[in-house]
């Protein structure tokens, strides 16, 4: 069975920093990797999804790499901001039936 | 605008009493899926759909129920057997290669 783990557990950093969260996973056979972000109190928030054919995929100030080889991705989060403050979450698939979460990393990004 | 509608988002149960949270999907998706998150906790797989009509169990199935007679429909069922109901729960749905997308949950307390 899949399992994901994630480091570190929880991260609290000052404005404008750049930022890593990890991401490993156990089987290297998957056809995709999801990163999400969950405020408290709410649903889960894609932010990117990178393709096992890719190596990485960017949204604004968001970076993510997949080394399946080696069963991790990174998060790469440059200049953070308050608003950045949340879980992090990442979800590979399971045989391809369904999803397996890490337990996630919570980000405090402090003014 | 596509997405995925739960309710309530908020739900209370009595002792004995069973309760059906909603999911409704706008997405055009086959898999539709059903998490449970703890606090401080990851998501759990509860029961999972690819196709209408057919579901499997996830790894805490017990004390729960669901049906998928529509594409756009699956809704969860906790019985009385689930004697610890009290959790986050939220479903997700995706097509195939795409996006997992989630709903905005809904917190099931015991009265």
């Known amino acids: 069975k899949q399992e994901v783990t994630q480091i570190p557990a929880a991260l609290s950093v000052p404005e404008g920093e750049n930022l890593v969260l990890n991401c490993s996973f156990t089987?290297?056979?998957?056809?995709?990797l999801q990163w999400f972000r969950q405020d408290p109190g709410k649903g889960l928030t894609s932010l990117l999804l990178i393709q096992s054919s890719q190596r990485e995929q960017t949204s604004g100030r968001l970076n993510a790499s997949l080394d399946k080889s080696s069963g991790r991705s990174t998060l790469y989060i440059a200049a953070s901001q308050p608003g950045d403050s949340a879980t992090y979450l990442c979800a590979v698939p399971n045989y391809g039936q369904n999803f397996v979460f890490g337990p996630g990393t919570r980000l405090s990004v402090l003014p | 605008d596509g997405g995925i509608t739960q309710s309530p988002k908020y739900l209370f149960r009595k002792e004995g009493q069973n309760v059906t949270l909603s999911c409704e999907q706008n997405?055009?998706?086959?898999?539709m899926y059903w998490y449970r998150q703890d606090p401080g906790q990851g998501l759990r797989l509860i029961y999972y759909s690819q196709i209408v009509n057919d579901f499997q169990k996830g790894d805490i199935a017990e004390g729960y129920s669901v049906s998928r007679e529509k594409k756009e429909s699956f809704p969860l069922t906790v019985t009385s057997a689930q004697k610890n109901p009290t959790a986050f729960y939220l479903c997700?749905?995706?097509?195939?290669?795409?996006?997992?997308?989630f709903g905005s949950g809904t917190q099931l307390s015991v009265l």
């Open positions: 997405l055009n998706h086959d898999a």
């Open positions: 997700a749905s995706t097509g195939e290669g795409e996006k997992l997308f």
């Open positions: 089987d290297s056979a998957i056809y995709n």
